[in-house]
Nanobody
Framework: HVQLVESGGGSVHTGGSLRLSCAASGSTASIGCMGWFRQVPGKDHEGVATIDPNGAEDYAGPMSGRITIPRENAKNTLYLIMNSLKPEDTAMYYC?????????????????WGQGTQVTVS
């Protein structure tokens, strides 16, 4: 089992930046894909960015060009660095992980999810 704990959310002004952190613990050696997702009330999770075990990053989501997802393996921590934030980026941001990576990481059926951290842009 893998536990994920996000931190770093908060309120920022339009154009500001935030860095979210996701600390993984437990059976971290089993992690294949890791990713960041976001959700607003009444909608499904939306993919923001993912990374596979080889370090291949995928920024297919709506924040492409404004984010990076560095990973610090020694600390089992994944970050989401967000720049030029817009009000439409307001959402609950979740970190997720899944053992299966050979089918690709651009999906949202991950097994492990954190509790989420709120980001509000105004």
């Amino acid at each position: 089992h893998v536990q994920l704990v996000e931190s770093g959310g908060g309120s920022v002004h339009t154009g500001g930046s935030l860095r979210l952190s996701c600390a993984a613990s437990g059976s971290t050696a089993s992690i294949g894909c890791m990713g960041w997702f976001r959700q607003v009330p009444g909608k499904d999770h939306e993919g923001v960015a993912t990374i596979d075990p080889n370090g291949a990053e995928d920024y297919a989501g709506p924040m492409s060009g404004r984010i990076t997802i560095p990973r610090e393996n020694a600390k089992n921590t994944l970050y989401l660095i967000m720049n030029s934030l817009k009000p439409e980026d307001t959402a609950m941001y979740y970190c997720a992980a899944d053992p299966n990576w050979r089918m690709g990481c651009r999906r949202n059926d991950y097994v492990y999810w954190g509790q989420g951290t709120q980001v509000t842009v105004s």
